[in-house]
């Protein structure tokens, strides 16, 4: 069995996303493989101005995204709903020592979902990260997606905070099992 994925139509957000970081001067985007971050992965890979590092745990990235502070760059992590359990510990050190982070996280679990053990992960993605002192933007909306992006951006590199912006299942799309030939 294979998964295939059904976007839905409208604005490229990724490319505003692409955009805002663009802005924002981020030189480097880290990343666990992910379907719903293809189309921003191909953007940042083909852009010579920005480091893209493919991660083999989320969590590496909370570390590199410090790195890259401390480095005098800006980073930033992408993820999956399902990764942000595994970066419960290492949101910590954000909060004990206050590093700027911005990570786009695609959403499993809700919209449309065929996989019950994404479900869990999904609910508690949000609240997971309001524990940890994380603050949550939603995109819900593929129009907002630059406005959105910018604001975080600011928000985590002008203010030293760690921000989380949650990407609606529905604008990636469904995913479902198809037959393999």
């Not at 924002?24 to 992965?41: E, F």
């Not at 760059?73 to 954000?94: E, H, P």
């Not at 609606?168 to 030939?181: H, L, N, P, V, Y």
Request: hydrophobic fraction near 45%; include cysteine; glycine fraction near 8%.
């Amino acid at each position: 069995m294979a998964v295939s994925d059904t976007q839905t139509k409208g604005p490229d957000w990724p490319l505003a996303i692409y955009e805002s970081l663009k802005a924002a001067d981020v030189r480097q985007l880290c990343y666990v493989p992910d379907a719903g971050h293809s189309r921003l992965i191909r953007l940042a890979h083909d852009d010579p101005a920005i480091a893209t590092t493919v991660l083999t745990t989320e969590e590496e990235g909370i570390a590199l995204s410090a790195g890259a502070w401390l480095g005098g760059q800006r980073a930033v992590l992408l993820m999956q709903s399902s990764g942000v359990g595994n970066c419960v510990n290492m949101l910590s050190l954000l909060a004990s020592c206050r590093f700027p982070f911005l990570t786009f996280v695609t959403m499993r679990g809700e919209w449309a979902e065929f996989n019950p053990w994404q479900v869990p992960m999904g609910k508690a993605t949000q609240a997971a990260f309001e524990i940890m002192g994380v603050t949550v933007f939603r995109l819900e909306r593929a129009e907002d997606a630059g406005e959105i992006a910018s604001a975080a951006a600011m928000l985590a590199f002008d203010s030293d905070q760690p921000i989380a912006v949650l990407i609606s299942q529905r604008m990636i799309g469904a995913k479902k099992w198809t037959e393999s030939k």
